[in-house]
């Protein structure tokens, strides 16, 4: 499994957005090593760490697009649904395997679908939200009553 380098042309030039995807790129490198080390722990990480990253980057990203009144945030809601889809039915296939060489196959296919997603999502639906971006500073601050 090859390792993702975070390229400046990921960047949203938004550091609470570009820091969270870069974190989630360190789980899918940290996965990679794991997979190919056959660690099956780590590989349990990796989808507990996939599933943390839908719970709170998803929900922050769409909330920051709702803010700043993105107009394609329903597609980039559909895509991250997506996602949970996919990744969940990964999950579903490595917990249910028999063998640890299920488990490996299972987290392979897993790991093949997040390098892939986590490129053409951030290349494909996350960088056009970029000149939308500047609205935040704008924006007061969100207020939590």
């Known amino acids: 499994m090859a390792i993702i380098s975070w390229r400046e042309q990921m960047s ?3 550091p609470p957005l570009d820091t969270e995807h870069k974190e989630f790129l360190e789980v ?3 996965a990679s090593i794991d997979i190919k080390l056959q660690h099956v722990e780590g590989m349990e990480k990796m989808f507990a760490a996939c599933y943390d990253y839908v ?3 998803f929900s922050h990203e769409e909330d920051i697009m709702e803010r700043i009144r993105y107009p394609e945030l329903e597609a980039h809601i559909e895509s991250h649904q997506l996602f949970i889809k996919n990744i969940s039915q990964f999950r579903q296939e490595f917990e249910t395997a028999k063998t640890k060489g299920q488990q490996i196959d299972a987290a392979q296919k897993a790991m093949a679908f997040l390098s892939v997603w986590f490129l053409g999502h951030i ?4 960088k056009p939200v970029k000149p939308y971006l500047t609205r935040l500073r704008n924006l007061p601050p969100r207020m939590n009553y």
């Open 12 to 14: 949203l030039d938004y």
């Open 28 to 30: 899918i490198n940290k």
């Open 55 to 57: 719970r709170n980057h």
């Open 123 to 126: 290349i494909s639906r996350d």
